[in-house]
């Protein structure tokens, strides 16, 4: 069956594997390891879907796949397994007919296994045996994350709800913004090392000053290369 590249799709947003290390404050080179070993090797051979196309610094993915990578350092963070990961990523993409279902609102975890939310509620284990879960769900890692009406993911927040900054794959090819404008992260940060004072930016561009410090704090706070 023929791969079906869904990546560079109008509305899907653009991200480079050093951008994606970026906005989720992770090593470059973990990342790039990632890509290769489970999306690249691992579900793209299983979903018929290529996640990244380009090579080297040029290597390129989506919005999907950058919430996915969000998603799965979360589980990794919680000590659930790499095996258990992987054998859930595959048998949710097949009973929820996407290819990525770490995007989805469904997915959930209890800071054991991996759970998810079939259409009627049920909650149950994301392995073959698909065993309803009783147990109290106590970790729901998508708190970042905000979804569509159709249970996927449509907006990021790399510092969280409570900051203003966003991901939106239909802003700005989906680099950071001040949410509800499109005035991106990069532009303020960059005047503001150049020299410019926080009140100077919060005039230009009619901001908050909270804006334009959220923005110089996402960059403050780069993850080691």
């Known amino acids: ?6 990546n560079q799709e109008l509305g899907g947003g653009i991200y480079t594997i050093p951008e994606v290390a970026f906005i989720l404050k992770l090593p470059t080179a973990k990342v790039r390891r990632w890509m290769k070993d489970f999306w690249d090797d691992r ?5 018929y879907v290529e996640y990244s196309w380009g090579t080297g610094r040029e290597k390129g993915t989506n919005f999907f796949t950058l919430i996915e990578f969000y998603v799965f350092y979360q589980l990794r963070e919680i000590n659930v397994s790499v095996k258990k990961i992987i054998a859930a990523h595959q048998e949710m993409a097949e009973l929820l007919e996407t290819a990525y279902p770490f995007a989805s609102s469904k997915i959930l975890s209890d800071g054991k296994s991996i759970l998810f939310t079939l259409n009627d509620g049920t909650v149950v284990n994301a392995d073959k045996s698909r065993q309803a879960a009783f147990k109290q769900i106590i970790e729901d890692f998508c708190k970042k ?3 569509s009406k159709f249970d996927i993911a449509e907006r990021f927040y790399p510092l969280g709800k409570e900051k203003h900054i966003i991901i939106d794959p239909h802003h700005q090819f989906g680099q950071p913004v001040i949410e509800e404008t499109n005035v991106l992260a990069q532009t303020l940060y960059d005047l503001y ?4 004072s926080v009140v100077f930016l919060t005039r230009l561009y009619d901001l908050r000053e909270i804006d334009v410090v959220c923005a110089i704090e ?3 706070s780069r993850a080691v290369a």
């Open 1 to 6: 069956m023929k791969k079906r590249n869904l």
């Open 43 to 47: 579900f793209s051979k299983s979903n």
């Open 145 to 147: 994350i905000e979804f």
């Open 193 to 196: 090392t150049a020299g410019e």
């Open 218 to 220: 996402l960059f403050n």
